[in-house]
C-alpha cells in the first residue's frame, strides 16, 4: 500500500510566537517535493514538528502518515513508522562508531515490530553495510569511526543517506541538506538520495534556499514557504523563476510589503 505524508491546517507555536500558520501539505511515496522559503518562514519548524521534536508542539491541526495521525506518535514511533529526518546539522555522537549506530538502529526497528526478533546478525550486517556504502561511494573505514566525530560537512551529510539507505523510510524529509556543502559534496549526497528513491519508491521533502539541490533532486512539487504558510506552489519552473527573481515578488503578490 502506497505511504502518504498528508499535513492538514498545522498550527505550532514556540512560548508566545505563532511560527506554523496553517499548514497544508500532501507527500505521497515516490513523489519529490521541494519546500523553499526565506530564513524565519517556518520550513525547520515543519521539518522538526514532523520529527517529533519536543520543542515544537501543535497548537492546532492533523497529520495523518500512512493512515495514522503522526502527532500522537512518540519520535521514535515516527521513525519506525518510515519517516526520516535528514538534520541539517547532523549531531555527533562520540565512542559510537558508525557501525554500531546503524546496526543497533536496525535491530530497534525489527524488535519493536517482534520483541522476539534476535536482530540482524553480525555478517548479515557487514554484508548490508558494505552494500549500501559501495552503492553510495563511501569509504569502508567510516564504518569504525565515531558517528560524525571530526567529519566535513559532506561526510556528515553523506553518512545521513546512508542511514537512509539502511533504514529504508518511506518519505524522508532532507532539511537543507545543501547546507555548507561544495558542488561535489551536493551532487554525491544528491545523486544518492535521487538513487534510493528510486530504489525504494520513496518520498522526499527537500527543504531548501535555494534551486542549486534542485538540479540534482528534481522535485515533481514546489511550494514557497512565507510568514509560517506555503504561499504558493507548483512544477519545478517555479523554483527557477525564484531563482530569477527572488522572494520580493512572491512577497508583493502576498500583501507581506508595501508596493
Do not use: C
Request: proline residues 4%.
Amino acid at each position: 500500500m502506497m505511504t502518504a505524508l498528508e499535513i492538514r491546517n498545522l498550527h505550532v507555536s514556540i512560548g508566545e510566537q505563532h511560527i506554523l500558520k496553517g499548514i497544508d501539505l500532501l507527500v505521497k511515496q515516490g513523489e519529490v517535493h521541494a519546500l523553499m522559503g526565506p530564513n524565519g518562514s517556518g520550513k525547520s519548524t515543519l521539518a522538526y514538528t514532523l520529527a517529533g521534536h519536543p520543542a515544537y508542539e501543535p497548537s492546532a491541526g492533523q497529520v495523518i502518515f500512512g493512515g495514522r495521525d503522526l502527532l500522537e506518535m512518540e519520535a521514535d514511533e515516527r521513525s519506525r513508522a518510515g519517516l526520516f529526518l535528514a538534520f541539517q546539522y547532523p549531531a555527533s555522537v562520540p565512542g559510537v562508531t558508525l557501525a554500531k549506530f546503524l546496526r543497533q538502529a536496525i535491530n530497534s526497528r525489527r524488535q519493536a515490530e517482534n520483541p522476539d526478533d534476535p536482530g540482524i546478525s553480525i555478517p548479515a550486517f557487514r554484508r548490508l553495510l558494505t552494500e549500501k556504502m559501495d552503492m553510495l561511494g563511501i569509504d569502508h573505514k567510516f564504518a569504525g569511526r565515531y558517528l560524525n566525530e571530526g567529519f566535513s560537512g559532506g561526510e556528515k551529510k553523506r553518512v545521513e543517506i546512508l542511514q537512509m539507505a539502511t533504514l529504508e523510510p518511506k518519505i524522508a524529509i532532507m532539511d537543507e541538506t545543501d547546507s555548507g556543502l561544495d558542488i561535489d559534496a551536493l551532487r554525491v549526497v544528491s545523486e544518492g538520495a535521487m538513487r534510493l528513491k528510486e530504489q525504494l519508491n520513496m518520498g522526499i521533502l527537500v527543504i531548501t534556499h535555494y534551486q542549486r539541490i534542485l538540479n540534482y533532486i528534481k522535485p515533481d512539487f514546489v511550494h514557497i514557504m512565507m510568514d509560517g504558510r506555503i504561499v504558493e506552489s507548483g512544477g519545478p519552473g517555479l523554483a527557477l523563476h525564484l531563482e530569477e527573481r527572488g522572494y520580493d515578488w512572491i512577497r508583493e503578490k502576498q500583501g507581506l510589503v508595501e508596493v
